[in-house]
C-alpha cells in the first residue's frame, strides 16, 4: 500500500506537469511574445525612447522619398518641357525668355507649382484627418494616391491632363504625407523634438542628392514617361513607412475632432497674436525658398559660358550635403544649447535674406558654390520653424497652429517660382526677383524683434495647463513601464 501511494503521488505532479505543459506556452507565447501585427496595432507610451525613434525613422524614410521626387520635377520639367513644346509646334528651350502666347514654360511650370502649393495648402484638413483617422490610414493613403498620380501622368498627353494627374492629385497625395512627417512627430518627442524633426528634414535633402541623379539618368535614357513610372513606383516603398506608425496611449477620453471643429479651433488659435504675427512674417520670408531649388540650375547653364548641365546639377547637391548637416545642428542647438529658440530662426532668416541680396554679384561658378553652401546652411530654418508652434501657443494648440502656418508658408513659397519664371521671361534675368525675395527676408528677420512688445499676449493659462498635462503624462507613462516589468517578470 505504501509502494502504491508512494506511486500515485509521484504520477500526480507528472499528471499536473503535463496539464501546465498543455496551458501555460500558449498563453505565454501571445502575452510574451506578441507577432509583429500585434505589435504594431498596439499603441505606445514611448517618449524621447523606444519607438518614438522607429517613428522618426519611419519619417525620415518617407520624407527621403516624398521630398526628394517633388524636389526633383526640375528634372521631370525639361522632358516636360521638350515634349509639350514639339506637340504644340513651339521651340522653347530652357534658356528661353519668349514671352509670346504660345510659350509653354509658364503652363508647364504650374504643373510642379500646383503639387507643391497643394502640399501645404491642404495643411490643416489633413490635421484634421489625423486626429480624427490616425497617422498611419492618411499615409499609407497618401503614398496610394501619390502612386497613381505618377502613373497617371506617365500616360498623359496634354497639359491640363498632366495638371490633373501631378499637380492635383499626385499634390494631394503628398500632402497626405509630408504633413505628418513634420506635424504629428510632437506627441513622440519632448526633449528632443527638435532635433527629431531636423533628422527629417535631413531625409528631404538626402533624398534630393540620392533621386535626383537617379531620375535624370533615367529621363535622359528612358524618356521622361518612364521616370513617371519609376516616381509612382519607388513612393509605394512608403506604405511599409507609414506601417510602422503606433498610435499614441490616450491617458483618458478624447473627442475626435472633426473638420468643423479644427477649423473652429484654427480660429481660436488666432487669438495667440504672438503666434499669429510669426505665421505672417515667416510667410513673407517662405517666398524665397524655392527660387535655388528650382531655378539655381537654369541660371548656372544660361548665364555662365563655362558651366554644362553636370556641373549646374552639383549646386543643388551642395545645397543638399550641407542642409543635412545644418538640419541636425540647428536641432542640438535647440534641443540642448538655446534657450531662446526663436532667436535661432531670426538669425537662419536673416542669413538667407542676405545671401539672395548678393545674387547680382555672383559673376563666377565659384561664386555660386558659396551661394550654394550659404542657401543649406540657411534652410535649417526648416526645422527651427516646425517647433516654433509649440512654443508659442503650448502642446494643445501645437498640432492645429502648425497647420495654419503650413497653409499660409505654403502659398507665398509656391508662388515664389511661378513669380522667378515670369521674371526670367520677361527681363532674361533672376537678378531682381532674388534681391526682391533677399529683402523680404530680411524685413521678416528685423520684423521679428517686435516679439519683445509681443510677449505680453502670451496666452500664460494653456502653457500652465500645458505643463501641469506634460507632467501628468510623464508620471503615467512612468507608473505603466513599472506594471508592464512587473507583469513581464511574473
Known sequence: MARSNTTDSSTRPNSDQQERKLELPEGDHFQCKPSVFKLLMQPTNSVDTGWSWVICFACVCASFIMEGLLSGFGVLYV????????????????????????????????????????????????????????????????????????????????????ILAYGLMAGFGSSMIITPCYGCLAPYFR????????????????????????????????????????????????????????????????????????VCSSFITQRHVRFTVWVWLLSLHSFYYYLSLFHLVRHAECKLDDVDHTSATLLLVYIAVVAVIADVIAGILQDKLL?????????????????????????????????????????????????????????????NAFGIYVLSSGITSSLGGPAAGWYYDRYGSYDGIFVISGGMSVLSSMLMFSDIYLKKYAVTADDDDTVEASRADGEVSRAQDVITSMESSV
Open 79 to 162: 522632358g516636360l518641357l521638350g515634349f509639350y513644346s514639339a506637340t504644340n509646334g513651339t521651340s522653347d528651350t530652357i534658356c528661353s525668355t519668349s514671352n509670346s502666347s504660345t510659350s509653354m514654360s509658364g503652363e508647364i511650370a504650374w504643373i510642379g507649382n500646383l503639387a507643391t502649393l497643394l502640399s501645404f495648402l491642404l495643411g490643416p484638413i489633413i490635421a484634421s484627418l489625423a486626429s480624427r483617422w490616425g497617422v498611419r490610414p492618411l499615409f499609407i493613403s497618401g503614398a496610394v494616391v501619390f502612386s497613381a498620380g505618377m502613373f497617371l501622368t506617365a500616360v498623359t498627353n496634354e497639359i491640363w491632363q498632366a
Open 191 to 262: 526633449k528632443r523634438a527638435a532635433l527629431a524633426l531636423g533628422l527629417v528634414r535631413s531625409g528631404s535633402w538626402i533624398g534630393n542628392i540620392a533621386l535626383v541623379p537617379i531620375t535624370t539618368l533615367i529621363r535622359d535614357t528612358y524618356g521622361w514617361r518612364s521616370q513617371c513610372v519609376f516616381m509612382g513606383g519607388i513612393s509605394l516603398l512608403m506604405i511599409f513607412a507609414g506601417a510602422l506608425y503606433r498610435p499614441r496611449s490616450p491617458l483618458a477620453p478624447t473627442k475626435k475632432s472633426s473638420i468643423k471643429d479644427v
Open 339 to 399: 534657450s531662446n529658440k526663436l532667436l535661432l530662426l531670426q538669425f537662419l532668416i536673416f542669413l538667407g535674406g542676405v545671401n539672395n541680396m548678393s545674387f547680382p554679384f555672383l559673376t563666377t561658378y565659384s561664386h555660386l558654390v558659396v551661394f550654394a553652401v550659404i542657401t543649406g546652411v540657411a534652410a535649417a530654418y526648416l526645422p527651427v520653424t516646425c517647433v516654433i508652434p509649440q512654443v508659442l501657443v503650448g502642446k494643445k494648440d501645437a498640432v
